[in-house]
Structure formats: structure tokens, C-alpha cells
């Protein structure tokens, strides 16, 4: 039985890298100070975090159906698995529970072929350009959607 308070945060591959990966674009910020924001984001919301991180999009396709049976919610950042993978697409559409892409950079003032996410197609919100301050966002905006569906949609698709 899933646990509508506990969210998955699912960080795709390279962001391992974070801090030294590309400063200019990605920041100083290592993945483990990401961690540490989710968890003291998520004590006040009552969320529970379960927080991975994988070079893998099987992996991420596993955990998202992991998901299906743990968490009330996903908070993703498929890196650049964003623009090339319907599996996960296919396996978020999969996930009945609100879903908040993230992405540190802006990938729309970037390279083309970042500005298409499948991952959009089904997420509920995304946060994007605005750091890794993005991943507390989201856990603020999941949060009452555990709850409620987001406003404006009955059902998902
Ligand atoms: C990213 C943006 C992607 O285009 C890129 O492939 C990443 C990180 C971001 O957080 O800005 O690896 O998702």
C-alpha cells in the first residue's frame, strides 16, 4: 500500500556529478547538499523523502514503479533521460500520484534538443532555472496535491 506522505525525489544520471559537473551551468551544489535541502524541506510538510540517484533509465523506470507501491508522489529530475525516454514516460503514465519535473538549469534558454522533456507530458508541474532552490520547490508544491488533485484536473492522464 503506498504511503500517501512519502515522495520519491529521482535524480537521473550524472547528477551524481553535481557541484564539480559544469559550475557555470549546474552550480556549486553537490547532490548530497540536494538531499539535505529535500530532507529539511520536507520535516515541516510532513513529507517523508526517499532520495536516489542512478547513471540507469532501467533503474529509473524501476523505481518509478517502485514508486506505484511506496509513495504518494514523485519528484524527478530524469537529467537527460528527459528528452530521449518514453520508457519512463510510459512508466510515469503508470504512476497514479502527482509527479514535479525538475531541472536545475534552464534547459529553454539551452541546446535545442533539451527544450522537448517527455517527461512534461505527464508531469503535473515543473520547476526549472532556478538552481537546486527547484527541488524544495517542488516538494512545497507536491505536497497539497497528495491530498487534492491539482487544481483544474479530475482525474490524471
Ligand atoms: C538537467 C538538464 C538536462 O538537460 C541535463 O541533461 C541534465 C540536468 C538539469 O537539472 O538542469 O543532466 O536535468
Not at 515522495?7 to 551524481?16: C, D, R, S, T
Not at 536516489?52 to 509513495?71: F, I, K, S, Y
Request: charged share 15%.
Amino acid at each position: 500500500m503506498a504511503q500517501a506522505t512519502t515522495v520519491f525525489v529521482l535524480n537521473g544520471p550524472n547528477l551524481n556529478l553535481l557541484g564539480t559537473r559544469e559550475p557555470g551551468i549546474y552550480g556549486r551544489e553537490t547532490l548530497a547538499d540536494v538531499e539535505t535541502l529535500c530532507r529539511k524541506t520536507a520535516g515541516p510538510l510532513g513529507l517523508r523523502i526517499d532520495f536516489r540517484q542512478t547513471n540507469h533509465e532501467g533503474v529509473l523506470v524501476d523505481w518509478v514503479q517502485e514508486a506505484a507501491a511506496q509513495a504518494g508522489g514523485i519528484v524527478l529530475n530524469a537529467a537527460a533521460y528527459t528528452h530521449t525516454s518514453v520508457a519512463l514516460l510510459d512508466a510515469l503514465r503508470a504512476f497514479d500520484g502527482p509527479v514535479i519535473e525538475v531541472h536545475v538549469s534552464n534547459v529553454y534558454a539551452r541546446e535545442p534538443f533539451r527544450h522537448h522533456s517527455y517527461v512534461s507530458a505527464r508531469a503535473d508541474g515543473v520547476m526549472c532555472g532556478v538552481g537546486v532552490a527547484g527541488y524544495a520547490l517542488a516538494l512545497e508544491a507536491i505536497a497539497p496535491m497528495l491530498d487534492a488533485p491539482p487544481a483544474g484536473k479530475t482525474t490524471r492522464q
